[in-house]
Antibody, heavy 119, light 110 residues
Framework: EVQLLESGGGLVQPGGSLRLSCAAS????????MTWVRQAPGEGLEWVST????????YYANSMKGRFTVSRDNSKNTLFLQMNSLRADDTAVYYC????????????WGQGTLVTVSS | QSALTQPRSVSGSPGQSVTISCTGT?????????VSWYQQHPGKAPKLMVY???KRPSGVPDRFSGSQSGNTASLTISGLQAEDEADYYC??????????FGGGTKLTVL
């Protein structure tokens, strides 16, 4: 059974940093691209970033480029999102999601971790 | 990338059918056959219901079907059931390993 478990969320001041983790199990982690999607309170879903299975290719939404860094440790089946220069509008639940081999969709999602940016 | 356009809300009675539209551009939705639909109940993670326009993952009832015409994709739910009440989001591949979501549609089962 595929399981994705996010952690690392919390309260951070504007301008601060936070590192999210997503522990994966139930599949061969290194074979699959992984993605972060966020959802601001009461709002819709927003694609944040995708990383290839091997970790060599990364992709970001324009508003996150230069501030967020996605990475993965395939030896520990863990996905990361390093978030710097956080702003109030980064407040959201952050979900990690797995793609199938074709990387055309997101077939499994974690339960999310809440990031609150506030002074 | 601009968000895809979905109606804010739709409703239907049990047993009826409803269709949710998702309008994009030629660079998203129209440019690829990679539209997905996600169901999200309050406080829960999204769940994949349809992918690649019209394919259903294992375990998703065949009451859920997807289609696409030009720059507009659609999700049809037939034989509405109370448990179908949720938010539904479309998502399209937009090229260069980027994706764009719709704003979401709240489905109310009357």
């Amino acid at each position: 059974e595929v399981q994705l478990l996010e952690s690392g969320g919390g309260l951070v001041q504007p301008g601060g940093s936070l590192r999210l983790s997503c522990a994966a199990s139930g599949f061969t982690f290194s074979n699959y691209a992984m993605t972060w999607v966020r959802q601001a309170p009461g709002e819709g879903l927003e694609w944040v970033s995708t990383i290839s299975g091997g970790g060599g290719s990364t992709y970001y939404a324009n508003s996150m480029k230069g501030r967020f860094t996605v990475s993965r440790d395939n030896s520990k089946n863990t996905l990361f999102l390093q978030m710097n220069s956080l702003r109030a509008d980064d407040t959201a639940v952050y979900y990690c999601a797995k793609s199938p081999l074709a990387v055309t969709t997101f077939d499994y999602w974690g339960q999310g971790t809440l990031v609150t940016v506030s002074s | 990338q601009s968000a895809l356009t979905q109606p804010r809300s739709v409703s239907g009675s049990p047993g009826q059918s409803v269709t949710i539209s998702c309008t994009g551009t030629s660079s998203a939705v129209g440019g690829y056959n990679y539209v997905s639909w996600y169901q999200q109940h309050p406080g829960k993670a999204p769940k994949l219901m349809v992918y690649d326009v019209s394919k259903r993952p294992s375990g998703v009832p065949d009451r859920f079907s997807g289609s696409q015409s030009g720059n507009t994709a659609s999700l049809t739910i037939s034989g509405l059931q109370a448990e179908d009440e949720a938010d539904y989001y479309c998502c399209s591949y937009a090229g260069s390993y980027t994706w764009v979501f719709g704003g979401g549609t709240k489905l109310t089962v009357l």
